[in-house]
């Protein structure tokens, strides 16, 4: 089976030769997302739980586009900047996930695309 790309005019488009998500073996792979307003293509430069809603924003329309919800994410990467960021975004993050939560990780980075201080990706289950 071959993948299929997902694109959605309601997240930020991809700024690389990448796909926003790409379905493939009954999963929806979802690149990365950054705090992008998609309307206006500005970044959201408040603080990093500020920064968090609207990446999952942005996440929540791609992953719509792929014809599922939040709650059939498996799992997600949340990459910081800072690591003592950790607890307001975790706390914003609860706001968009409910149980059973999805396997996660966290990682601090060096550094993110714009100086961002938060990316999160996805993986979601199309099998219902």
Do not use: H, W
Not at 116 to 124: H, K, Q, S, T
């Amino acid at each position: 089976m071959a993948a299929k790309e997902v694109k959605t005019s309601n997240a930020p488009g991809a700024i690389g030769p990448y796909s926003q998500a790409v379905i493939a073996g009954g999963l929806l792979f979802v690149s990365g997302q950054i705090p992008i307003i998609p309307e206006s293509g500005e970044l959201v430069t408040g603080s990093s739980a500020d920064q968090a809603r609207r990446v999952l924003e942005n996440l929540r329309a791609v992953v719509e586009a792929g014809g599922v919800s939040m709650r059939d994410i498996v799992k997600t990467t949340i990459y910081l900047t800072d690591l003592s960021d950790f607890a307001a975004v975790n706390e914003v993050y609860g706001e968009f996930f409910t149980e059973p939560y999805p396997a996660r990780a966290t990682v601090e980075v060096s550094s993110l695309p714009n100086g961002v201080a938060v990316e999160i990706d996805a993986v979601a289950c199309l099998a219902k």
